[in-house]
């Protein structure tokens, strides 16, 4: 389905260098992943509702808080540079 030609270009335009062996092995490689996509098209996929996952997932994380922190002396005591009560740091954008 996919030929030695196009597996140059697309190793061009992502700008791979490929050895003879690899474009060989890719050029297998891609012509079955095109070929199992061309099955999948054929499944009824009408009742099927649209997912961004195959299962589940909830969320684990926690919901933002803000808080004080107690020893905020002592972790501005290990930076290497601190003004005002405040980290400094190199500026990297110009005005």
């Keep these: 389905m996919i030929d030695l030609e196009q597996v140059r270009k697309v190793a061009l335009l992502a700008r791979l260098e490929l050895t003879a062996e690899e474009e060989a092995q890719f050029t297998g490689q891609l012509s079955g992943i095109l070929d199992y996509v061309e099955q999948l098209k054929e ?12 299962i589940e997932l909830s969320n ?3 919901t933002d808080s803000l808080q004080t922190f107690a020893e905020r002396d002592a972790i501005l005591d290990c930076a290497p ?9 190199p500026k990297i954008l110009s005005e």
């Design 43 to 54: 499944l009824n996929t009408d009742d099927v509702e649209p997912t961004t996952r195959a």
């Design 81 to 89: 540079d601190r003004e005002d009560g405040f980290f400094k740091v």
């Design 60 to 62: 684990i994380t926690r």
